[in-house]
C-alpha cells in the first residue's frame, strides 16, 4: 500500500509557516481585536522576533546618543554592508535550526566554495558567473554529503558538521597554500559590497517593491473574503503596508543621498549587497511560508514521527536543508571575500559560524526546531553588526565586542527557552 505525503497545513491556509501577529489576526475581526489576540500569544510564549527588534531599537538608541555619527548615511551603509554576509549565512542556518540540527560547518563551507570561485576566476580565467555556479554546486554536493550522513546513517549532524568544519579548513588550505590568499578583482564580485546601485535604479526598485507587497497583499485578501476563509482586518494589513512603505522608502532616501567626505568624490545610492540580502530574504520566505516543501520542513521540525506518519520524506527534508543550508553558506562566503577583497586559509573560520548561529536565535529561531523565520537571520545579523558597528564607533576594547555579543546571545537563548516553557504550559505546541 503506497502512502500519498498529505499537507499539514489547513486547507486555505498558509502553512504552518505562519507565525506571529499574522496568524493572531486571522481570527480577528478589527485592528483591535488583532492586537488583544497578539497579546494573548505574547503571554504565552509566542514571541517571534519582538525580543530582537526591541533589542535593535535599544541598540539604535544608545549608540546615537553616544556617537555623532552612529546615524549618518556614511555609518548606516556600512552597517549594511557588514551585516550582509553574517545575515546570508544565518538565512542559511535557519532550515536547518528549524529541524532541531546543527551545521557547525556552515562558515568554512562558504570560504571553500568561495576559494573555489575566486580560482575559477584567477586560474582558469572563467566568468564570475560560472565561478559562481560552480562554488554553488560544490556547496550543493557538500551539503548532500552531510545530510546524506545525517538522516541516513544516522550520524548526530553536530558529528558530521565538526568533521567538516575541520575538513573543509584543510581543503582550503590545500588550494590556497600556506599564508597566501587569492584576491576578488572581478568588478561584478568586488562590486557587490564596494559598488552602489544609481539612485534612481534604487527608487525605482524600492517603489516597484513596495507595490509589489501590497498588491500581493490586498490580492490574497480579496481571495480569502471572497472563499469565506479566516483573513486578517483590512486595517492591519493597510498599517503593514504602510509600516513596509516607511522603512523601504525611507532607508532608500537616506541611502540616496551623497555620504562621502570628500565633496569631488560623491557617494551615493542603495549598495548592492542590500538588494542581495532582500532578494534573498523574498526566496527564503516564500521557500518556507508558501510551499509545501516548506510546511513539510516545519512539520518535520515539530515532530518528526508524526510527519513521517503522515507521508512526508523525512530524510529527503534533512538532506535537503543541508544543500540549502551549504548553498547558501557560499553566497555568504562570496559576500565575506567581496568585503574584504580576497579569499584565504581562514575564510569563513574563526566567528564567522558562532556569529551567524547567534544572529538566527537572536532573531527569533528555535534551537529546539520548528519555530523561526528566514526575516530572523536578517534581523539577528543586524544586531550583530549594530554591536561591533557602535562599539568600533567608540573606541572599545576587542574583548567587549565577544563579551557584548555572547552576552546577547546567551539572553536570546534564554528568552527562546522561557518561551518554549511557556508554550508547553499553555497547551501550545
Avoid at 481585536?33 to 505574547?42: E, F, K, T
Avoid at 553616544?66 to 551585516?83: V, W
Avoid at 568600533?392 to 539572553?411: C, D, M
Wanted: proline letters at 3%; charged letters at 10%.
Amino acid at each position: 500500500m503506497t502512502t500519498t505525503p498529505t499537507d499539514p497545513s489547513p486547507k486555505g491556509g498558509s502553512g504552518l509557516a505562519e507565525t506571529d501577529f499574522a496568524i493572531d489576526a486571522r481570527q480577528a475581526a478589527t485592528l483591535g481585536d488583532a492586537w488583544q489576540a497578539y497579546l494573548n500569544r505574547l503571554r504565552g510564549g509566542e514571541m517571534g522576533a519582538l525580543p530582537a527588534a526591541l533589542g535593535l531599537i535599544i541598540l539604535f538608541i544608545v549608540f546615537s546618543a553616544a556617537s555623532d555619527t552612529f546615524l549618518t548615511a556614511l555609518n548606516i551603509a556600512n552597517l549594511i554592508t557588514q551585516s550582509g554576509a553574517i545575515c546570508v549565512l544565518a538565512m542559511g542556518l535557519v532550515p536547518v535550526l528549524l529541524l532541531g540540527d546543527i551545521d557547525l560547518s556552515a562558515g568554512v563551507a562558504g570560504g571553500a566554495g568561495a576559494a573555489i570561485t575566486a580560482l575559477a576566476i584567477v586560474d582558469h580565467g572563467l566568468p564570475w558567473y560560472l565561478a559562481v555556479v560552480g562554488g554553488l554546486v560544490f556547496g550543493a554536493v557538500l551539503g548532500t554529503l552531510i545530510g546524506a550522513l545525517v538522516a541516513k546513517l544516522g550520524i548526530p549532524s553536530f558529528v558530521v558538521t565538526l568533521a567538516f568544519f575541520l575538513a573543509l579548513q584543510g581543503l582550503t588550505l590545500k588550494l590556497i597554500g600556506q599564508g597566501g590568499s587569492v584576491r576578488v578583482a572581478d568588478p561584478v564580485l568586488r562590486g557587490l559590497t564596494i559598488k552602489n546601485m544609481p539612485v534612481v535604479a534604487g527608487w525605482t526598485i524600492a517603489v516597484v517593491a513596495v507595490l509589489a507587497f501590497a498588491a500581493l497583499t490586498l490580492l490574497r485578501y480579496r481571495t480569502q473574503v471572497s472563499r469565506g476563509l479566516a483573513h486578517q482586518p483590512l486595517s492591519l494589513l493597510l498599517v503593514k503596508i504602510a509600516g513596509m512603505g516607511v522603512v523601504v522608502l525611507g532607508l532608500t532616501a537616506l541611502l540616496s543621498v551623497n555620504r562621502s567626505r570628500n565633496p569631488n568624490f560623491p557617494i551615493q545610492g542603495v549598495p548592492y549587497v542590500l538588494l542581495l540580502v532582500g532578494v534573498l530574504l523574498v526566496i527564503f520566505t516564500f521557500v518556507l511560508s508558501r510551499t509545501r516543501y516548506g510546511r513539510h520542513v516545519y512539520a518535520v521540525g515539530g515532530n518528526r514521527e508524526a510527519a513521517r506518519r503522515a507521508g512526508i520524506d523525512v530524510d529527503k527534508i534533512r538532506i535537503s536543508v543541508f544543500v540549502l543550508c551549504t548553498s547558501t553558506a557560499v553566497i555568504s562566503g562570496i559576500l565575506a571575500a567581496s568585503y574584504a577583497g580576497k579569499v584565504s586559509p581562514s575564510s569563513g573560520a574563526g566567528n564567522t559560524l558562532l556569529y551567524a548561529v547567534g544572529a538566527a536565535v537572536i532573531g527569533g529561531t528555535s534551537l529546539f526546531g520548528g519555530k523561526g523565520k528566514a526575516r530572523d537571520g536578517v534581523i539577528g545579523g543586524v544586531v550583530i553588526a549594530t554591536i561591533i558597528n557602535g562599539l568600533g564607533l567608540l573606541n572599545q576594547a576587542s574583548w567587549i565586542n565577544y563579551v557584548v555579543t555572547g552576552a546577547v546571545l546567551l539572553l536570546a537563548a534564554a528568552v527562546d527557552a522561557v518561551s518554549r516553557r511557556r508554550r508547553s504550559a499553555s497547551g501550545v505546541s
